[in-house]
T-cell receptor, first 116, second 114 residues
Framework: AQKVTQAQTEISVVEKEDVTLDCVYETRDTTYYLFWYKQPPSGELVFLIR??????QNEISGRYSWNFQKSTSSFNFTITASQVVDSAVYFC?????????????FGKGITLSVRP | DTAVSQTPKYLVTQMGNDKSIKCEQN?????MYWYKQDSKKFLKIMFS???????INETVPNRFSPKSPDKAHLNLHINSLELGDSAVYFC?????????????FGPGTRLTVL
């Protein structure tokens, strides 16, 4: 069975600090996909990134970067120079295929508060 | 322009009532989902449909019945509402049911059962 663990439940930082959100996953599949979603206080879920199990290249998008390491089954997310608008709940998720139909399993989320 | 829309946004009702939540996507996706987010923010899949066919049913009580009249719509009907049904319900869609497709979420429906 697939599982996603986000051990940090709440993180509070001061604006402009860097912050890393941890994600550890478990799966028996060799092919799988990892995602990060953001849920701001307004409540909607926003897709941030997808990474497949064959691509261990790190990804950078502006102030956001992701570090995928299969050896430790981790897919961590770093926000550089955090801003108040980054305050949200961040979910890591894992998708395995069930035949041709996938099931997305979410971690419990990390509540990030960025103080001015 | 809304990609995945849900109605209503808020739903307050009494225990024992029957209610429905509607979901529509205009992305041309084949697969749609319902998720439940509890008070601790935990998100769990309830159902998925691919082209109107039920694919995933995650041990949800049979008081919950999804209905997909066409691939752009997936409605959720809940009978005999209980206090524990209070949650935020999210509809989502993806291009196909394949694992690599990201899912696009609706704005959520906050259901409160009194």
């Amino acid at each position: 069975a697939q599982k996603v663990t986000q051990a940090q439940t709440e993180i509070s930082v001061v604006e402009k600090e860097d912050v890393t959100l941890d994600c550890v996953y478990e799966t028996r599949d060799t092919t799988y996909y990892l995602f990060w979603y953001k849920q701001p206080p307004s409540g909607e879920l926003v897709f941030l990134i997808r990474r497949n199990s064959f691509d261990e290249q790190n990804e950078i998008s502006g102030r956001y970067s992701w570090n995928f390491q299969k050896s430790t089954s981790s897919f961590n997310f770093t926000i550089t120079a955090s801003q108040v608008v980054d305050s949200a709940v961040y979910f890591c998720a894992l998708s395995e295929a069930i035949g041709a139909n996938s099931k997305l399993t979410f971690g419990k989320g990390i509540t990030l508060s960025v103080r001015p | 322009d809304t990609a995945v829309s849900q109605t209503p946004k808020y739903l307050v009702t009494q225990m024992g009532n029957d209610k429905s939540i509607k979901c529509e996507q205009n992305l041309g996706h084949d697969t749609m989902y319902w998720y439940k987010q509890d008070s601790k923010k935990f998100l769990k899949i309830m159902f998925s449909y691919n082209n109107k066919e039920l694919i995933i049913n995650e041990t949800v009580p049979n008081r919950f019945s999804p209905k997909s009249p066409d691939k752009a719509h997936l409605n959720l009907h809940i009978n005999s509402l209980e206090l524990g049904d209070s949650a935020v319900y999210f509809c989502a869609s993806s291009y196909t049911g394949q694992a690599y497709n990201e899912q696009f979420f609706g704005p959520g429906t906050r259901l409160t059962v009194l």
